[in-house]
C-alpha cells in the first residue's frame, strides 16, 4: 500500500495540487492508497512514522527537501520506503537519485523501479539526506529567503549568492575529519554532503554519491575580495572543487565549532556551537 504525504504550502501551493492529482492518478490505476496533508512543521514525521507502523510499504513526499527530510525521519529505522514526488523550490536531493522533476515520471519510478538502499546522514543526532554546512551557504539562504518575495525558482538563491558575495566575511571554524588532527582556520564554506546539488541547482559536491558510504567534505578558504566575482562564475559553473581554496575529502565523520554557530541543514537554518556530523550508509531505501 501506498501512503503519500503532501505538504499544502510547498511551492506555493503546488503540493496540494499535486496531492490531489496523485490522490487521482492512483485512483485510476486501481493502487491502494492514502493521502495526507500535513498541517504543521514535524507533522510529516508523524505521519511517516504511523504510516510504517500500519504496515505501508512506500511513503510518498509530495513537497520539498524540507518535506522529504521530514518523511525520512519517520521512516528512518522502519522497513519502509520512500519515495519522492517533487513539488518544492529547490528539490536538490532528487537531483542527484536521478528523480523527475515531473510528477508522472516521478510516479512511474516509485511504481516501477525499486527501492534501493541509500546513505543519509547525522547532524548532532537528527536526520539528514542532502548538505549541512556553515558560513557561505547559510548567508546564501538568509539573502535568498528575502528574494523569494519577488522571484521563484533558482532566482531567489542566484540573489542570495550575489548579495553573500559581497557582503560575507569568513568565520574562525575549529574542525575536525575523521579521526585526524584538530585544525583552526578562517573559513568561507565548510559543508557535508551526501547530495551534490543545493540551493535550487548549485552544484557544492560534482561527483557525491548516496550510495557510497562518504560524506563529500568542503572546505573553502578566504577568497580575496577580487576574485569573488570569478569564483561566482566558477561556482554556478559546477567548478567549486576547481577552486585554489578548495579543499576536498571523501570522510565518515566531520566536527567543526565557532561561535554563534548558524547551520544550513537540507535548506534550512539551525543554530548550534557544534557540529557533530557521520554518513549513515544504506539507512533509507528510496525509489531511484
Known amino acids: 500500500m501506498l501512503y503519500a504525504i503532501a505538504n499544502p504550502a510547498a511551492g506555493s501551493g503546488l503540493g496540494k495540487k499535486l496531492g490531489l492529482a496523485l490522490h487521482q492518478a492512483l485512483e485510476e490505476k486501481h ?7 500535513t498541517t504543521s512543521p514535524g507533522h510529516a514525521t508523524s505521519l511517516a512514522r504511523q504510516a510504517a507502523a500500519q504496515g505501508a510499504d512506500t511513503v510518498l513526499s ?24 517533487p513539488a518544492g523550490t529547490g528539490n536538490d536531493f532528487r537531483k542527484t537519485l536521478g528523480i523527475s522533476k515531473e510528477t508522472d515520471k516521478a510516479l512511474e519510478t516509485v511504481l516501477k ?7 543519509a ?40 549568492v ?21 585544525e583552526k582556520q578562517d573559513l568561507f564554506v565548510i559543508a557535508a554532503a551526501n547530495g551534490g546539488i543545493i540551493g535550487g ?65 537540507d535548506g534550512e537554518i539551525v543554530s548550534a556551537d557544534t557540529a557533530r556530523v557521520e554518513i549513515l550508509p544504506g539507512a533509507l531505501k528510496i525509489h531511484r
Open 31 to 37: 493502487i491502494p492508497h492514502v493521502v495526507e496533508e
Open 62 to 85: 509530495v513537497g520539498g527537501d524540507g518535506t522529504a527530510l521530514e518523511v525520512a525521519r519517520g521512516l528512518l529505522g522502519t522497513s519502509c520506503a520512500l519515495g519522492l514526488i
Open 113 to 119: 523501479k525499486p527501492a534501493l538502499p541509500t546513505d
Open 121 to 160: 546522514g547525522l547532524i548532532n543526532d537528527d536526520l539528514f539526506l542532502n548538505e549541512i554546512g556553515t558560513g557561505f551557504d547559510v548567508a546564501v539562504l538568509d539573502y535568498a529567503v528575502k528574494a523569494k518575495k519577488y522571484c521563484r525558482g533558482l532566482l531567489p538563491y542566484l540573489a542570495g
Open 162 to 182: 550575489i548579495c553573500a558575495l559581497f557582503r560575507f566575511r569568513p568565520i574562525p571554524v575549529t574542525f575536525r575529519i575523521d579521526d585526524g588532527p584538530e
Open 201 to 265: 541547482g548549485i552544484v557544492i559536491a560534482p561527483d557525491a554519491r548516496a550510495d557510497d558510504g562518504l560524506l563529500d567534505i568542503i572546505i573553502v578558504d578566504k577568497i580575496k575580495w577580487y576574485q569573488l566575482p570569478l569564483r561566482l562564475v566558477g561556482l554556478l559553473q559546477g567548478k567549486i572543487l576547481s577552486f585554489p581554496e578548495t579543499r576536498f575529502v571523501r570522510a565518515k565523520k566531520l566536527s567543526f565549532s565557532s561561535p554563534g554557530m548558524r547551520l544550513n541543514v
